[in-house]
Every structure is written in C-alpha cells, then in structure tokens.
C-alpha cells in the first residue's frame, strides 16, 4: 500500500513557476514509476511526466522544454517543476505510484491566469 500526498499548488501569472511535491508514505525507491497526471475541467486524466527507478524520464509533447520531474529517494518525494506555465496548464494535479497496482494521491489544484 502507497499513500501520496500532493503540495505546491495555487494560483500563478502565465510565465511563472511552482513547484509540485509528492510525498509517499514508503521508502520509493523500490517504486518503478513514478509520475504526475492533469485533469482539466471537462477534459480527461493525462500523463504530464514520469520517471523510472532507472531515472528514464517521459514528458507530454505540451510540457517537455518547461516542466522537470525529479525524485528525492531519500526524501520519500517526488517533485514537478514547471516553468514558463501557460494558461492551459490550469488543471488538478495528481500524483501517480505504478507498484504492482496503481496508486493516487489526491490532486492539487494549479491555476494559471492573471
């Protein structure tokens, strides 16, 4: 069992920062994936970025060159960081943990606008 607990993030102009951070409740560096979804409203769960125990690292087309997802295995933690967001980066964040079943945390919300 893999609990995640999502922070960072809020409300920010189009052209700045946050920083997304997932916390397991175990040690992840048994975890092979790990990874973070959006959902926008009206619109369907999508991988934003995840990386592998091995550090293979996969982006979406609309975020590679902007967004970073780094793993701290001595922290327990997982972070996002996304630059020079954009208006259609508004969305509910959620964290994923791929260990023989799939594990959730429950979303946080980032809303670019200004």
């Known amino acids: 069992q893999v609990q995640l607990v999502e922070s960072g993030g809020g409300l920010v102009q189009p052209g700045g920062s946050l920083r997304l951070s997932c916390a397991a409740s175990g040690s992840i560096f048994t975890i092979p994936i790990m990874g973070w979804y959006r959902q926008a409203p009206g619109k369907e769960r999508e991988l934003v970025a995840e990386l592998t125990s091995s550090g293979i690292t996969t982006y979406a087309d609309a975020v590679k060159g902007r967004f970073t997802i780094s793993r701290a295995n001595a922290k327990n933690t997982v972070y996002l960081q996304m630059n020079s967001l954009k208006p259609e980066d508004t969305a509910v964040y959620f964290c994923?943990?791929?260990?023989?079943?799939?594990?959730w945390g429950q979303g946080t919300q980032v809303t670019v606008s200004s």
């Open positions: 994923h943990a791929a260990k023989i079943s799939d594990y």
